[in-house]
């Protein structure tokens, strides 16, 4: 198969594999930094949701899904920022000292 033609899924795979790679290769850089939970957490959870959205928009084939589809998913995603956004201030009252 020529590289003009290559299925989409395997430029997927490519990428789902190099941010494996990444998150493997971050978590060990930031383990023992001063500032690294923050970093290693923020970097991490950046990485899990774009290779979420990678394999939602591709091999669960919502990337030719309509516009109410896309509202309900907002939705819910709307509502887990503001829980985590309120719950962000008790979570660093209780964060251990490094």
């Known amino acids: 198969m020529s590289e003009e033609h ?12 190099f941010f494996t790679i990444l998150e493997i ?3 060990v ?3 023992d930094h001063p500032s690294g939970r923050g970093l290693l ?3 991490l959870s950046l990485m899990a949701a774009i290779k979420a959205a990678l394999v939602g928009m ?3 084939h ?6 109410v589809l896309w509202c309900v998913i907002a939705f819910p995603l709307v509502l887990v920022v503001v829980m985590i956004s309120g719950l962000i201030p008790d979570a660093l ?3 251990p000292a490094v």
């Open 93 to 95: 009252h209780y964060w």
């Open 25 to 27: 290769m971050w978590s």
């Open 29 to 31: 850089w930031f383990q």
């Open 6 to 17: 290559a299925h989409p899924y395997y430029k997927v795979l490519v990428w789902l594999t």
């Open 58 to 60: 591709y091999y669960m």
């Open 41 to 43: 957490v923020a970097g």
């Open 62 to 67: 919502l990337k030719y899904e309509g516009k």
